[in-house]
């Protein structure tokens, strides 16, 4: 029996995925599965600070060689210095507004 407790499987992501909010890079896709991701940030000028637990983001996910490019909606459930962890809220209905 697997001790793997995971509730969605995990995607396989292109290595060099990027993940962008605003227009700046926050750094590489480097997990993904049905109910969230991970991102490797850069280390250049991004602070776990500026992700606390709970903030909202809208993500831009591009895949550089084949130009693909998905939007969704996450909100941070954790961040350190090298990575972020976001849950996807796109499509929930708590994340739907009258």
């Given at each position: 029996m697997s001790s793997e407790r995971r509730q969605?499987?995990?995607f396989t992501i292109p290595e060099n995925a990027m993940a962008?909010?605003?227009g700046r890079k926050l750094g590489r896709v480097s997990q993904a599965g049905g109910g969230g991701m991970l991102i490797d940030v850069v280390p250049e000028g991004i602070s776990p600070a500026e992700f606390p637990t709970g903030r909202r983001l809208r993500v831009t996910v591009v895949e550089p060689?084949?130009?693909a490019r998905t939007t969704i909606d996450v909100i941070v459930r954790y961040a350190n210095a090298t990575g972020v962890g976001a849950e996807f809220i796109t499509g929930k209905e708590a994340?739907?507004?009258a």
């Open positions: 969605f499987p995990r962008y909010e605003g060689a084949t130009g994340d739907v507004t």
